[in-house]
């Protein structure tokens, strides 16, 4: 008789793997990044966990005995939802690994524009000495999150340190602490002429693709600042650009872009009031450690037990 198989298409540790192989010793177990190894095993596998480009043509075939994906990243956008939901695989994601990483480098970004940091460190490999007309500061300033998740909720956590007014999105419109109001999707007007800062970090749906452009950014107070560590077909990039280059809005704060590497071309890179970081907010250290701990043990052990895994269970309907 084969054995179930799970196959993890990351690198780990030795001794994360026998965290695993402890929840299921009768199993076989495949971990490997390289390609030609987790693809051999897909079409055999009952669980995935981390998802690589072209598995679709190995584990979602007529003859495929996937029953669940644990995904590696938040984000689920890029993944063949509507074949996954046809199929009844069930899909769990990564979210909330990133809150603290993710809301370090929001106040990294905001503190950088804010304090000039990344002025500063162009003129210090220019050897110039140069105040570049700093004077704003963070605090008592007011924060719009635009996605009152995990990540957003460490946000305004952080914010409060800052004495912040925190003002936060969210679809149901619930209160949440340390967001001082709270607003639903279609309030999202009201709330952009009163921040400071606009941050958005929500994902990428039939409902955020290009929620942001030109309307929105005129929206804003000229002195504010925009980051975004969502997705960047969130936001229309020309009318950002645009917004920059006319100082409809301060500065921005990317980390996020519509296509990723960001073009050589693009006036981005060049504009004093930008930060740009390649896609990275989510970069940790304890990664994968958050990944095995927080959700795929727990769901892997409710799966064994004949359960639906629970932890950040994807809606198909919603898109994450």
Known sequence: MNKRKMVIAQKLEQD????????????ELIVSKDKEIFQEHAKDAEIIAGWKKGL????????SKLKWLQTWSAGVDSLPLETLQSKNITLTSANGVHAYPISETIFALML????????????QQAKTWHHAHMGLEIHEKTIGIIGVGEIGKETAKIAKAFRMNVLGVRNSGRPVVYVDEMYTPDQLDLLLPKCDYVVVTLPHTKETHQLFGADQFKRMKSSAFFINIGRGEIVVEEELVQALQEGTIAGAGLDVFEKEPLSTESPLWEMENVIITPHTSGSTEHYNKRVIENILIP?????????????????????Y
Do not use: A, M
């Open 16 to 27: 994360q793997i026998e965290q695993i192989k402890n929840v299921i010793p009768d199993w």
């Open 56 to 63: 679709e043509d190995y584990c979602l075939g007529q003859q």
């Open 112 to 123: 950088g524009l804010t304090r000039k940091i990344h002025t500063y460190v162009k003129n």
């Open 299 to 319: 769901n892997l052990k409710d799966y064994l037990s004949g359960k639906t895994p629970t932890i950040n269970l994807v809606d198909f309907s919603k898109g």
